[in-house]
């Protein structure tokens, strides 16, 4: 995504169609939360209001699809608008929201421009985030490549290990071989 524009179709990966539109009870957590990486100004939990905010952004998209922030940052008077606006616009600078889907509960959520429908989306032991890689060879020669940070929605803050046992984590857990392409520039 460019940092102004929410396309509608992340829109309806996001559960949000437009028989949606007129029941404003029906607007999932799950995409407002995702759009503000569940998290306020100061960091701590969003502010309710955020959802409302939403709701007006969907119901202002001027005959278009698709949500853009900086548009409907200029047409505002109210600075919590404006405020919203622009937690989502930095949120989803350089990012695509993605539905995955596997022996899980489908998880909605925001990834790098870059990754792709392949790529793996980890939880790695130590890193305050989710993560995108990419696997590259096969086998002996199999290694990661290290994509960028995600947020999904429900897997955050512990959330994904929270209620498994030590065991359990034990026996979900895979080894990666991460691999480092670096240029480094020399100091003459």
């Given at each position: 995504m460019?940092?102004?524009?929410?396309?509608?179709e992340?829109l309806m990966?996001?559960g949000?169609?437009?028989?949606?539109d007129?029941d404003?009870?029906?607007?999932?957590?799950h995409?407002?939360r995702t759009?503000?990486?569940?998290?306020g100004?100061?960091g701590?939990?969003?502010p309710?209001w955020?959802r409302?905010?939403?709701?007006?952004?969907?119901?202002n998209?001027d005959?278009?699809?698709?949500?853009?922030?900086?548009?409907?940052?200029?047409?505002?008077?109210s600075?919590a608008?404006v405020e919203?606006?622009?937690?989502?616009?930095?949120?989803?600078?350089?990012?695509?929201?993605?539905?995955?889907?596997?022996?899980?509960?489908?998880?909605f959520?925001l990834?790098p421009?870059?990754?792709r429908?392949?790529?793996?989306?980890?939880v790695l032991?130590?890193c305050s985030?989710?993560?995108v890689?990419?696997q590259?060879?096969?086998?002996s020669?199999?290694?990661?490549?290290?994509?960028g940070?995600?947020?999904?929605?429900?897997m955050?803050d512990?959330?994904?290990?929270?209620?498994?046992?030590?065991?359990?984590?034990?026996?979900?857990?895979l080894?990666f071989?991460l691999?480092?392409n670096a240029?480094w520039l020399?100091r003459?």
């Amino acid at each position: 995504m460019t940092e102004d524009i929410i396309p509608e179709e992340g829109l309806m990966l996001g559960g949000w169609s437009e028989s949606v539109d007129e029941d404003t009870d029906k607007l999932p957590d799950h995409l407002w939360r995702t759009l503000v990486a569940d998290r306020g100004p100061d960091g701590g939990n969003p502010p309710l209001w955020y959802r409302r905010a939403m709701l007006y952004c969907l119901a202002n998209r001027d005959g278009i699809d698709d949500v853009h922030t900086n548009r409907l940052i200029d047409q505002q008077k109210s600075s919590a608008m404006v405020e919203f606006l622009q937690r989502v616009s930095n949120v989803i600078w350089n990012k695509r929201l993605f539905l995955a889907k596997g022996n899980f509960k489908h998880r909605f959520g925001l990834a790098p421009t870059d990754a792709r429908p392949d790529d793996l989306i980890c939880v790695l032991l130590g890193c305050s985030v989710p993560v995108v890689l990419r696997q590259h060879g096969e086998g002996s020669e199999r290694y990661y490549e290290f994509v960028g940070e995600a947020y999904v929605y429900g897997m955050m803050d512990g959330e994904a290990v929270a209620g498994l046992t030590e065991e359990e984590i034990r026996t979900e857990a895979l080894e990666f071989r991460l691999r480092q392409n670096a240029t480094w520039l020399r100091r003459e």
